[in-house]
């Protein structure tokens, strides 16, 4: 593949309408093949956005996205769930993040952050406020902020939104969190370590292969034959397409999933299809933004 195919795909992309998708994702928790999915929707399901007030690195300072945006359209991606970065009160940070995903709600998908110490007795009403009011869509947690709780994982179970939590490479947690949590569905990003450790990424492929509510984002991760290992055992269903922008290039990420060879349908569940069966906020937003332009496109 010549790198100049990963400029020419056009960024356009028409969500199915209504029925269509409440039919293709009946449930939300499935983990059924979906072969029918849109071909041309190529979701990120991991990307910054915002500001942060820690002043440490970019990931707790900026996560511009103008860059961002325009190398995503020009590989082809269609959305993008969008994280906050680092911040010392996320109620604010989600705020913001809120009115990012509302600029372009067809476009963008927005996961609440919250800490689970700092903000422990009062994280439903937050992501509550942040989901339902905000029109966020998941939950994101970081390992680095404090390890994830009960009380995150319950709320999780009462909003029916899915939590993404960088477990920074301490990966038997997961094991709780599917034995407790089963009908909430997990994201391990960067599959199970930024850090490249080999070790935590290979004990997560036994959790992804094990676990039918656990799955992993691709993001950042550098050594490819685990990815591949992954894939082999765990299963397409089990795998989330992420890039980690806007630090990370998101066309050179999307390069990783072409390059695993997979066939169309199991490739089009890596690509977004996984992410929309798991988020049923993801599919709403799709379908409400989709009916203003419908509506116009029959008034022209
Ligand atoms: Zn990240």
């Given at each position: 593949m010549k790198c100049a195919d990963l400029e020419v795909a056009p960024f356009a992309w028409a969500p199915p309408a209504a029925a269509e998708f409440e039919a293709e994702f009946?449930?939300?928790?499935?983990t059924r093949t979906l072969p029918?999915?849109?071909?041309?929707?190529?979701?990120?399901?991991h990307c910054h956005a915002g500001l942060g007030?820690?002043?440490?690195g970019p990931w707790d300072t900026a996560a511009p996205l103008a860059d961002y945006l325009r190398r995503a359209a020009r590989a082809g991606i269609a959305r993008t769930v969008l994280l906050p970065a680092f911040h010392s009160d996320y109620a604010r940070a989600n705020r913001a993040l809120a009115r990012i995903v509302a600029r372009d709600p067809r476009r963008l998908i927005g996961f609440a952050m919250v800490h689970a110490q700092r903000d422990r007795g009062r994280v439903l009403p937050m992501l509550r406020s942040a989901i339902e009011q905000g029109g966020l869509a998941g939950i994101k947690l970081h390992r680095h902020d404090a390890p994830i709780t009960r009380e995150v994982c319950d709320a999780a179970r009462a909003l029916g939104v899915p939590v993404l939590y960088d477990v920074t490479g301490e990966v038997s947690v997961v094991e709780l969190l599917a034995d407790q949590y089963p009908d909430v569905n997990f994201i391990i990003p960067h599959l199970g370590s930024f850090a490249d450790d080999w070790r935590a990424q290979l004990a997560l492929i036994d959790h992804l292969e094990r676990h039918p509510n656990v799955h992993a984002d691709t993001?950042?991760?550098?050594r490819f034959d685990l990815l591949l290992q992954a894939v082999r055992r765990a299963?397409?269903?089990k795998i989330l397409f992420g890039s980690d922008g806007p630090w990370l290039h998101p066309a050179l990420e999307l390069h990783k999933i072409r390059l695993l060879g997979l066939a169309p349908a199991q490739e089009a569940l890596v690509l977004g299809g996984n992410l929309l069966r798991i988020t049923p906020r993801a599919r709403l937003t799709a379908v409400a933004a989709a009916a203003p332009d419908a509506a116009a496109a029959r008034d022209r």
């Amino acid at each position: 593949m010549k790198c100049a195919d990963l400029e020419v795909a056009p960024f356009a992309w028409a969500p199915p309408a209504a029925a269509e998708f409440e039919a293709e994702f009946e449930g939300g928790r499935s983990t059924r093949t979906l072969p029918t999915l849109t071909p041309a929707t190529i979701i990120d399901s991991h990307c910054h956005a915002g500001l942060g007030d820690g002043f440490t690195g970019p990931w707790d300072t900026a996560a511009p996205l103008a860059d961002y945006l325009r190398r995503a359209a020009r590989a082809g991606i269609a959305r993008t769930v969008l994280l906050p970065a680092f911040h010392s009160d996320y109620a604010r940070a989600n705020r913001a993040l809120a009115r990012i995903v509302a600029r372009d709600p067809r476009r963008l998908i927005g996961f609440a952050m919250v800490h689970a110490q700092r903000d422990r007795g009062r994280v439903l009403p937050m992501l509550r406020s942040a989901i339902e009011q905000g029109g966020l869509a998941g939950i994101k947690l970081h390992r680095h902020d404090a390890p994830i709780t009960r009380e995150v994982c319950d709320a999780a179970r009462a909003l029916g939104v899915p939590v993404l939590y960088d477990v920074t490479g301490e990966v038997s947690v997961v094991e709780l969190l599917a034995d407790q949590y089963p009908d909430v569905n997990f994201i391990i990003p960067h599959l199970g370590s930024f850090a490249d450790d080999w070790r935590a990424q290979l004990a997560l492929i036994d959790h992804l292969e094990r676990h039918p509510n656990v799955h992993a984002d691709t993001s950042g991760v550098r050594r490819f034959d685990l990815l591949l290992q992954a894939v082999r055992r765990a299963g397409a269903h089990k795998i989330l397409f992420g890039s980690d922008g806007p630090w990370l290039h998101p066309a050179l990420e999307l390069h990783k999933i072409r390059l695993l060879g997979l066939a169309p349908a199991q490739e089009a569940l890596v690509l977004g299809g996984n992410l929309l069966r798991i988020t049923p906020r993801a599919r709403l937003t799709a379908v409400a933004a989709a009916a203003p332009d419908a509506a116009a496109a029959r008034d022209r």
